[in-house]
């Protein structure tokens, strides 16, 4: 019974393992996309005013998710080489070797069917999680890369899970990024997948409000004892208060051109919508 077991279980593993072998290859995850410019040793341009709105890239939507290299372009188109002829006696002892071992699976009981399922899933969410845990060290590689290689008003964020989401302040910074991932790829053969999101202002202009807001005696006056924080969250700032809204915070907040740059976190209340 055990060998019998053992000889079903491995081919039902090997047979789960081959049709998810995207989670086992180890360098082969995804097209690799083109990545970032390093070379462009980052002077960084004409910066607008922390607070101006009508920035140029604010021509596109201020949302735009899109993997590496497609947004405006066509899809690239992926050619793949026909498969040659069949062998024949391979695959004649092929269907041999299934029927064969349909046959022994059929003759499980339900309890043994069962315990074989249980384990190819096992099998199959370890490589999962393996691959996973490849593909977040790698996009960490390369966030932290590009963290050295940008200047703080060529990006807004860089956000590393499985792929990597780079928030950009305009379009001209995502072809610079481009070109810097791919020769980060060149170098280090690691392809990963990059997203982009087309933002309002940059990581420094972000950085820049918040020393404003946090050294603001006007701002702390207006909150009086309640506790309040400002922080950097992506692709804006999170004003983070206790004791109830602040009369007049709104006002303030439009007044002085934070509005559209701050979030106002008070019991799950957002601000702006």
Not at 141 to 169: H, N, V
Not at 191 to 202: E, H, K
Request: charged share 35%.
């Amino acid at each position: 019974m055990k060998k019998r077991l053992a000889i079903v279980l491995m081919a039902a593993m090997l047979a789960v393992m081959s049709s998810q072998a995207v989670f086992a290859d180890g360098g082969k995850e995804t097209i690799p996309r083109p990545e970032v410019e390093a070379g462009e040793s980052a002077v960084p341009e004409d910066e607008p005013r922390i607070l101006t709105p009508d920035r140029e890239s604010l021509e596109e939507s201020p949302d735009i998710l899109t993997p590496s290299g497609s947004l405006g372009k066509e899809p690239q188109e992926i050619l793949v080489e026909p498969p040659g002829e069949p062998d024949l006696e391979t695959l004649k002892k092929q269907q041999e070797e299934n029927e064969r071992l349909q046959e022994l699976y059929d003759s499980l009981s339900e309890e043994e069917s069962f315990f074989i399922w249980q384990q190819v899933q096992s099998r199959y969410d370890q490589e999962k999680q393996d691959w996973e845990n490849r593909m977040r060290e790698k996009t960490k590689r390369l966030s932290d890369y590009l963290k050295e290689e940008l200047f703080p008003s060529q990006y807004t964020y860089l956000l590393a899970d499985t792929d990597l989401t780079i928030g950009i302040p305009s379009m001209k910074q995502m072809e610079k990024i481009e070109k810097i991932c791919d020769e980060y790829r060149k170098e280090t053969g690691e392809g990963v997948i990059c997203l982009y999101r087309l933002c309002r202002y940059s990581y420094k202009e972000l950085e820049q409000a918040k020393t404003e807001l946090e050294k603001n005696k006007e701002l702390a006056e207006l909150m009086g004892e309640r506790n309040y924080s400002v922080e950097n969250y992506n692709d804006h700032l999170s004003l983070s208060c206790t004791g109830g809204d602040a009369p007049g915070l709104d006002d303030w907040l439009e007044r002085n051109g934070y509005q559209d740059m701050v979030v106002v976190q008070e019991e799950q209340k957002r601000f702006p919508e």
